[in-house]
Nanobody, 120 residues
Framework: QVQLVESGGGLVQPGGSLRLSCTASGSILSINAMGWYRQAPGKERELVARITRGGSINYADSVKGRITISRDNAKNMVYLQMNSLKPEDTAVYYC??????????????WGQGTQVTVSS
């Protein structure tokens, strides 16, 4: 099986910064795309940013210029550097990864989520 564990969430004031990390572990043969999604109360889960193994990136329009996604393929990790945070960034942030396991099959796996709260 594959596990994704996020860390780095917390409470931050508007204009502040946070860095989220996500580590994938388990029966991993390779990882293609990795990404971050978020879900605010009463809203649907939405894409924040996504990065392929080769480094192609796409961002949600609402975070462009403020948030940077990166990954370390050797460590099976993905990061989300969030700057100039706004109250509307408050949400549970979820990591996901498209993983090919040792069985040869590929599936999308999700972490348990980490809370980000932007408030004064």
């Amino acid at each position: 099986q594959v596990q994704l564990v996020e860390s780095g969430g917390g409470l931050v004031q508007p204009g502040g910064s946070l860095r989220l990390s996500c580590t994938a572990s388990g029966s991993i043969l390779s990882i293609n795309a990795m990404g971050w999604y978020r879900q605010a109360p009463g809203k649907e889960r939405e894409l924040v940013a996504r990065i392929t193994r080769g480094g192609s990136i796409n961002y949600a329009d609402s975070v462009k210029g403020r948030i940077t996604i990166s990954r370390d393929n050797a460590k099976n990790m993905v990061y989300l550097q969030m700057n100039s945070l706004k109250p509307e960034d408050t949400a549970v942030y979820y990591c996901n990864a498209d993983v090919r396991t040792m069985t040869g099959y590929s599936s999308r796996y999700w972490g348990q989520g980490t809370q980000v709260t932007v408030s004064s």
